[in-house]
């Protein structure tokens, strides 16, 4: 016969973990079960809304390439109503971000340049972060379009000194050199167009910085008189505005 049996003869056992959380589940089982009802229910709720929020941020994507095509295909008025849309019914999907660029090119197309600056004003006194460097540079042009060049090169130099690096900085580097050459400032517009060409010495702008900075060579070669062949020296014209950046 063995020594001891299954039952302990001597000091009583202090009850386990799992006999405390069973005692205790069962003391609180209508407790228990309104906060697993509760936590089912949320956890539906949550899945809900992201559903949901896909769904809306979905239709806002369709909707702002709706309103693209629309502008491209040159019925305008039509674009700005469905952007306005956007900005709207979807004002916490990405896309109403770009709704409100899209529109202040449209505007900025129309040389509707305040209704374009208070546009781009939105983006950079409320975000997105992304592309606030995009309504900064815009902001700039509308400001060059308007004739306002003293605030233009504000604009530039304000997206130089907070984007340094950013793929739109050799542009905006020669935005403000042209804006320096339209103010007059040609010892300023000079150092600009160097600095680009010392900055980004292998892309388009510096070779068009180049362009600027050096004296144009003089065709020796014999012109035919302009009256005698029935040509007319071509006039020149005011460059358009530059569109925004996209």
């Known amino acids: 016969m063995p020594d001891s049996s299954w039952i302990h003869s001597g000091t009583p056992q202090t009850p386990g973990k799992m006999h405390n959380f069973m005692t205790w589940l069962k003391n609180h089982r209508d407790n228990v079960i309104g906060s697993l009802v509760i936590l089912a229910a949320a956890a539906i709720f949550g899945i809900w809304v992201v559903i949901h929020h896909a769904g809306l941020r979905e239709t806002a994507w369709k909707t702002l390439f709706i309103a693209q095509q629309t502008g491209y295909n040159g019925n305008l008025s039509e674009a700005v109503k469905q952007l306005d849309s956007i900005e ?92 320096y050459e339209l103010s007059g400032n040609a010892a300023e517009a000079k150092a600009a167009y160097e600095k680009i060409a010392l900055l980004y010495p292998e892309t388009a702008w510096a070779m068009m910085a180049k362009a600027k900075t050096t004296p144009a060579q003089k065709d020796t070669k014999p012109v035919a008189n302009a009256a005698a062949t029935g040509h007319q020296a071509a006039k020149p014209q005011a460059p358009a505005p530059a569109s925004p950046a996209k």
């Not at 340049?113 to 900064?136: D, H, M, R, V, W």
């Not at 042009?141 to 308007?146: D, F, S």
């Open 88 to 179: 709207t019914n979807f004002a916490n999907t990405s896309a109403r971000g770009f709704a409100v660029l899209t529109k202040g090119d449209i505007l900025f197309q129309q040389n509707k340049f305040q209704e374009a600056e208070a546009e781009y004003s939105k983006i950079t006194a409320a975000g997105p972060k992304n592309l606030l460097p995009f309504a900064l540079y815009n902001l700039g042009k509308t400001k060059e379009a308007a004739a306002d060049l003293p605030a233009a090169l504000n604009q530039y130099k304000g997206f130089l000194t907070a984007y340094p690096d950013h793929f739109l900085a050799p542009e905006v580097h020669y935005s403000l050199a042209s804006v």
